[in-house]
C-alpha cells in the first residue's frame, strides 16, 4: 500500500492541525494504520493507532486527550486530530499501515510507510 501524508504545517501553541494520509493500492480496510513522528536526531516514536475496522485505538502517554485518530474506509484514508498543541510536538509526523491490521505500537510491524509531513508549534 502507498502512503501519501499531509496537513502539516505552523501553528501556535494551544491551536488545532488535522493531519491526512491517503492509502492507494492495495485493500486500505485489512490494514492497521498508525502515526508516528521523529525529530532530528532522535528516534521515531509511536504517536497513534487504530484498527482495520476503527474499533480499538491506541495513543502516546504524551498525546492522550489531546490527539484523536480516525479512519475513513471509504476514503482510504486516516486522520490525526491534535489539538491543544505544544510546541514538543513539533516533529515530521509520519502515517504507517500494518497488514497484521490490529493496533500496535510496534515500528517493525508496520510494513509500508508515508513520506513525512512537518508540524511545527510556536511557543
Known amino acids: 500500500v502507498q502512503l501519501q501524508a499531509s496537513g502539516g504545517g505552523l501553528v501556535q501553541a494551544g491551536g488545532s492541525l488535522r493531519l491526512s494520509c491517503a492509502a492507494s493500492g492495495r485493500t486500505f480496510s485489512n490494514y492497521g494504520m498508525g502515526w508516528f513522528r521523529q525529530v532530528p536526531g532522535k528516534e521515531r516514536e509511536f504517536v497513534a493507532a487504530?484498527?482495520?475496522?476503527?474499533?480499538?485505538?491506541r495513543y502516546a502517554d504524551s498525546v492522550k486527550g489531546r490527539f484523536t485518530i480516525s479512519r475513513d474506509n471509504a476514503k482510504n484514508t486516516v486522520y490525526l486530530q491534535m489539538n491543544s498543541l505544544k510546541p514538543e510536538d513539533t516533529a515530521v509526523y509520519y502515517c504507517a499501515a500494518s497488514i497484521l491490521g490490529i493496533v500496535t505500537t510496534i515500528k517493525t510491524d508496520f510494513g509500508s510507510w508515508g513520506q513525512g509531513t512537518q508540524v511545527t508549534v510556536s511557543s
Open positions: 487504530i484498527s482495520w475496522n476503527g474499533g480499538s485505538t
